[in-house]
Structure formats: C-alpha cells, structure tokens
C-alpha cells in the first residue's frame, strides 16, 4: 500500500508497505481523507519528542471499513467511518471517571502507532464511530480537531454566556473554536493572527472581526470592536508567549482564558494580577468520548463545515504541504489529503 512516511526532521517519503493484518479486536479502513495536524507540523520539524521516526502519521480521517477481526460484531464492513484517535487503559480513576484523556497510559494512533496517512490503517474497533453516508469526507475528518475545540470552548464559556471571545490563532483549531463559541452564544468573536492571508480566509467564512497584531495596535483595535463590554473569554490556540501575556492583558477582570496551543512550555506570567482580577487559567487537552461523538453530530446536523477554509491535494504532495505550512505560504486553514 501506498504510505506517506515521515522519516527525520523536514523530510516525507512516499513509500510502498505491507497492508496491516487485522487484529482479533480490530478493523482495517481504507483511508479517504486525512487532515494535517498542527501538533504533526510541530512533528514534522521534529520539535515533539512523542513521535519517533520512521513514522505514518495522520489521526485526523475518514474511511471505510474493509475488513475486521473475529472479536468484532457491532460493525459492519463498508460503513463509513471516523476515528477517535485517542486510546486508554479504561481502567484508571480518570477514565472511570470519563477523563480519558488524561489517563497516564494514553496514546494516539498516527503516534504511538502507524496512523492514516496511507491507504489502509487498523484501529482498534472501539474507536470507530460509523457517519451517515450523507456527511462528506473530508468534513467528517473534522471530527477529531473540533472535539478538542468543542471541549476548550464549552468548558471556557461556561461562566459567561454571551461574552465577546477572543481566539489566537487562524489555524483549524482557531477557526473551529470560533465555530464553536458562535454556536454556543457568544456576542463577537475576534481572532487574532499574524497571517494577513488567513485572517482574510476566516473573514470569508464570517468571522469579520479580525486583528492583525503585526499591523494594528491590539489595544485600541478590541476597544473599537468591544466597547465596553471588553473580553469575557480568550482561547489561546497558538500558546507562545507573545499570545500568552497579552491574554492576561485583554481579559476582563474575573474573566476566563483557556490554553489549547503547545507552541512553547516555560512562560513567565503576572500571577499577582491574575489573584488581583480572578482571572481564571484553564488549560485543554483533547476530548473525552463524549466530546468526540458531540462533535460528529454537529457535523452530521451541518451546523460546521470545511466550505471556505480547506484544501485538498494528493498524498504525494505531502512533503511540499508541509514544507509550505512550516513557511506560512498557505493561506487556509486547513489542508486535506486525498488517497
């Protein structure tokens, strides 16, 4: 089978390998469609210690099955499907009590495991969860990046419906967050992005409050979009320190900001001000099974979608997207790859 392999820092070979021999529990996809991961950019460069090469990445997919093992009873082969990438013990006291996500022994298919940038994967069965044949492919392989964002969000937006929330980051994960606090309630959404190319792409797509902050003074530019009402919420999906310090400047005091980007660890932050204004500090980590299955409804009922903000080019041109996300010469948001 056809694989698009990651094999050092900056470089992706296409490869021929065996096609995976189903296990007792699992079952085999034929892969359809496949999104670039932000974290697989950060991979890719060879920044994240998790993934080790030689290595297929992908856990962003949709597929259908082609095969399953004898233990495997509750689906069928042909169903189109998603995967929840995300593997625990099921055991532990956080996966009893459905935080999964933080359970120690976790791992992620396309990490820890050859994941779907090939034409055939095999998961485990019970991270499969089967989508109507009416949801098109590459909007169901949203499943997974918008369980991480519906999670950030909700739980963000939680204390203050309706507020005025501001997202760094017009990457997948911050247009998705946007997507998420539109349908929860909030007054304005304004993201923020050092890319003139993508914020033009996220306004296309209706988000018309839009900084520049190598352009426009942040400051004055959220006075004039917020007025009084200033910054209830702001979801940092970038996560470097430039984002990270002025979200404890813009925050309302008694407001709420949620780390989902990785982009460094050590940041020095004002902790004084943060116990004088009771700013909360909250940071997100994937999804639990409940998130993920929210979001294949949203997706299934329409209510987010990949229109405006994707594109899609061929495996073989794995490399060059890569090469052209690590240079920020690609105005979308997001990018597909077809097999």
């Known amino acids: 089978m056809k694989t698009l392999v990651w094999t050092g820092a900056e470089t992706m070979k296409v490869e021929q390998q065996e096609r995976p021999v189903v296990q007792a529990n699992e079952v085999i996809i034929q892969v359809d469609v ?3 991961c932000g974290s697989e950019i950060e991979g ?10 030689p290595l297929v990445m992908g856990h962003e997919f949709c597929g259908r099955i082609v095969d399953k093992g004898r233990e495997v009873s509750s689906i069928e082969i042909g169903s189109k499907v998603v995967v929840n990438p995300l593997l625990n013990c099921g055991t532990c006291d956080r996966c009893r009590r459905g935080l999964e996500n933080l359970c120690d022994e976790r791992k992620i298919i396309g990490i820890h495991r050859s994941g779907a940038f090939a034409e055939y994967v095999a998961v485990p069965a019970s991270s499969v969860v089967v989508v109507s044949e009416n949801l098109d492919s590459f909007s169901a392989s949203l499943a997974e990046p918008l369980a991480c964002c519906l999670r950030a969000v909700r739980r963000a937006m939680t204390l203050h419906p309706f507020s005025n929330v501001l997202i760094y980051g017009a990457g997948a994960i911050g247009l998705l967050s946007g997507f998420v606090a539109q349908i929860l309630g909030a007054n304005k959404v304004i993201i923020v992005d050092i890319n003139d190319e993508r914020l033009k792409t996220v306004q296309n797509v209706g988000f018309h409050d839009v900084i520049n ?6 400051d004055n530019k959220l006075k004039n979009i917020t007025g009084e009402k200033g910054v209830d919420v702001v979801i940092d999906a970038a996560g470097f320190l430039p984002t990270r310090s002025q979200a404890m400047n813009v925050v309302n005091p008694g407001g709420v900001i ?5 982009g460094i660890d050590e940041t020095p932050l004002p902790i004084n001000q943060q116990i004088r204004s009771e700013t909360m500090i909250l940071g997100s980590f994937c999804y639990t099974k409940q998130d993920f299955y929210d979001a294949v409804q949203l997706l299934e009922e329409g209510k987010i979608n990949r229109d405006g903000w994707s594109e899609i080019r061929p495996l073989e041109n794995g490399q060059q997207a890569f090469s052209e996300l690590v240079n920020g010469e690609i105005e979308k948001s997001k990018i597909f790859l077809t097999l």
Do not use: F, Q
Request: proline letters at 4%; charged letters at 15%; aromatic letters at 4%.
């Open 44 to 53: 890719y460069l060879g920044h994240n210690s998790l993934r080790v090469p």
């Open 213 to 218: 902050t190598k352009m426009e003074d942040l």
């Open 34 to 36: 496949v999104g670039i």
């Open 258 to 262: 949620m780390n989902v980007g990785l």
